[in-house]
């Protein structure tokens, strides 16, 4: 059932009651790289199970924690563990955690999650952000009626990652030991990994990498006019692209192996915003 305006305004609430401050950026973490979350000061942990009309996480690999605290020196809010409609949310239900957080006042978000590479030149492990997306699957999570309080009925989304965040992230990206590039990120819903055959469609349209989320979120903030950066993490080249299967293990693994430099990156680009 689709939330109204005074049912986002009260889980907001409900966390403000909880924490002494507004943060300005709000950090959402992909599968498996939860490890960021340790690198919060001061943390004030709140289950999302807690929080009045949120979703609840149902991946083993996402935690399911709002995590408010210090990040270099800033004053951030990340969510541990994220919604996907491969869960079964419906797509509208997908706009609540960004609401919720655009109405604590972040001023930006940024997104991150687990991509396989459609790009050949690309490899497991680096890092895409993301300059535009393709999102042909599923309808759109500003279906139904819409709230007027957030945004219009109709919004642009023809600059919805925020050129000067991208241009910070890249920035930042010289003091990496990580690869970074820049490209179009396409929608999947999942669960299933893509075809062989979907892949090169894929790469027909424009698309350098495939996932899961992050669009459905993106496009929330886009019609409340929250600056979003969303960083892709390569975790496997996608289907088809080399020989043999696509796994969960294979993700997993390459997101556990990067934890570490990319948190460090996420603290150095938080601490440059
Ligand atoms: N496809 C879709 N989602 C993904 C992939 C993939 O290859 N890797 C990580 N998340």
């Known amino acids: 059932m689709a939330l109204t305006y005074a049912d986002f305004c009260r889980s907001a609430q409900y966390l403000t009651d909880r924490v ?21 000061e001061n943390p004030i942990v709140i289950d999302y199970g807690d929080i009045p009309h949120f979703l609840r996480s149902t991946v083993e690999s996402h935690a399911g ?41 972040v001023q930006r978000a940024i997104l991150t999650n687990a991509s396989g590479a459609v790009n050949t030149a690309y490899h497991p492990g680096d890092i895409m952000v993301i300059s535009d997306h393709i999102k042909l699957n599923g309808p759109s999570p500003l279906r139904g009626p819409n709230v ?49 055959a979907e892949i090169r469609a894929a790469r027909i ?26 960083l892709a993490v390569i975790t496997n080249m996608a289907a088809g692209v080399k020989p043999g299967p696509v796994t969960g293990e294979e993700v997993d693994d390459t997101a556990a192996l990067i934890a570490g430099p990319f948190s460090a990156y996420l603290k150095r680009l938080v601490a440059a915003l």
């Open 148 to 196: 007027e309080e957030f945004g219009p009925r109709f919004f642009d989304v023809s600059q919805m990652y925020t050129p000067e965040l991208r241009e910070l992230a890249l920035e930042c990206a010289k003091g990496s030991p990580l690869t970074f590039h820049e490209g179009v990120y396409m929608f999947f819903p999942g669960p299933q990994f893509e075809t062989p």
């Open 65 to 105: 924690k709002l995590i408010f605290g210090t990040v270099g020196g800033k004053k951030v809010v990340c969510m541990s563990g994220r919604f996907h409609s491969y869960e079964g949310y419906d797509f509208e239900d997908l706009v609540i955690p960004i609401r919720v957080l655009k109405l604590l006042g």
């Open 205 to 230: 349209l424009g698309a350098d990498a495939v996932g899961m989320s992050t669009v459905t979120e993106a496009l929330t903030a886009a019609h409340c006019g929250l600056p979003v950066l969303a």
């Open 20 to 40: 002494p401050y507004t943060p300005d950026t709000a950090i959402i973490l992909g599968s498996c790289l939860g490890p960021f979350a340790e690198e919060i």
